[in-house]
């Protein structure tokens, strides 16, 4: 079955920097665009980061400029890149199979931008 296990989030001071990881498996990585997805308290999960089989990359105007999605096709993991990191930035984020259609969600990690 299809599994997606992230890793990488935590507690981080305002401007810091993580890098979150997802490792698929079940799927044929290198044929399947990912994305990463977040939910904040009280909002609705929405798209941060996406990216194609062919390395395309899309990403929420909130981020852009300071998030950098990338895939490593030998170890069928994606990264999210995060830097400049905002308070705003707090959220569960989850990696995904698909972009603006998800096939599959991963069980989420989640990031604090705090003092």
């Known amino acids: 079955q299809v599994q997606l296990v992230e890793s990488g989030g935590g507690l981080v001071q305002p401007g810091g920097s993580l890098r979150l990881s997802c490792a698929a498996s079940?799927?044929?990585?290198?044929?399947?665009?990912m994305g990463w997805h977040r939910q904040a308290p009280g909002k609705q999960r929405e798209l941060v980061a996406g990216?194609?089989?062919?390395?395309?990359?899309n990403y929420a105007s909130s981020v852009k400029g300071r998030f950098t999605i990338s895939r490593d096709n030998a170890k069928n993991t994606v990264y999210l890149q995060m830097h400049s990191l905002k308070p705003e930035d707090t959220a569960v984020y989850y990696c995904t199979v698909g972009r603006f259609q998800v096939n599959y969600w991963g069980q989420g990690t989640q990031v604090t931008v705090s003092s």
């Open positions: 990216i194609s089989s062919g390395g395309n990359t």
């Open positions: 079940g799927i044929i990585f290198s044929s399947a665009a």
